[in-house]
């Protein structure tokens, strides 16, 4: 039972540019979603999704897309890494009940030099 | 917007003793969702507790438990006869309705004493 799964877990990236975090879930859970974790402070929300093809903007959707064309599959792509962007990113998956906690990924520690 | 305060980003507590971890959060909303999240230094976030607005009894799990106060909002975090595992940060965690969206505490880190 995987869960949810990041790839990957440490990732360099030089200013101006881009990539894309996979996050896959084998649980059938509808809602997924992207936080990112700065020292000192707790995650914060970027996009989240409801189901396959809805995707809706969190706390801080700047600089960052996302796409959901299928239940298991939640990719965030960074369209041009900055530094500001240097940060610890968790994907999270839930079923469709607000009861129910969030699954989390194992993280991804992100660089931009 | 739902905001989550947790006021002390660190608490230290002797091995077998019991701590207090606080959490305060502004909502309008009635009906929601509390979490307790655990971190340890792997990263990976662990659901240490869970507690339903609409439930007055609070919730306990093993040596965890719960002091919600709805009217206060207030949701506090008790640990009994704490281990050198219990080390870690702690995130305080609000979900409403809308079960995509979670609103995090900034964290509150425990360190054991042995």
């Known amino acids: 039972n995987a869960g949810v799964t990041q790839t990957p877990k440490f990732q360099v990236l030089k200013t101006g540019q881009s990539m894309t975090l996979q996050c896959a879930q084998d649980?059938?859970?509808?809602?997924m979603s992207w936080y990112r974790q700065d020292p000192g402070m707790g995650l914060r929300l970027i996009h989240y999704?409801?189901?396959?093809?809805?995707?809706d903007q969190g706390e801080v959707p700047n600089g960052y897309n996302v796409s959901r064309s299928t239940t298991e599959d939640f990719p965030l792509r960074l369209l041009s890494a900055a530094p500001s962007q240097t940060s610890v990113y968790f994907c999270?998956?839930?079923?469709?009940?607000?009861?129910?906690?969030?699954?989390f990924g194992q993280g991804t520690r992100l660089t931009v030099v | 917007a739902q905001t989550v305060t947790q006021s002390q980003p660190e608490m230290s507590v002797q091995e077998a003793e019991t701590v207090t971890l606080s959490c305060t959060y502004d909502t309008s909303e009635s009906d929601y969702y509390l979490f307790w999240y655990k971190q340890p230094p792997s990263r990976q976030m662990i659901l240490v507790i869970r507690q339903e607005a609409y439930k007055q009894q609070n919730a306990t799990e093993n040596r965890f438990s719960v002091n919600f106060q709805k009217a206060a909002k207030s949701f506090s975090l008790k640990i009994s006869d704490s281990q050198l595992g219990d080390a870690a940060m702690y995130f305080c965690?609000?979900?409403?309705?809308?079960?995509?969206?979670?609103?995090f505490g900034d964290g509150t880190t425990l360190t054991v004493k042995p």
């Open positions: 999704s409801v189901g396959a093809g809805i995707t």
């Open positions: 999270a998956s839930s079923k469709g009940t607000s009861r129910t906690e969030a699954f």
């Open positions: 649980m059938n859970h509808e809602y």
């Open positions: 965690a609000y979900r409403n309705t809308n079960a995509g969206k979670s609103t």
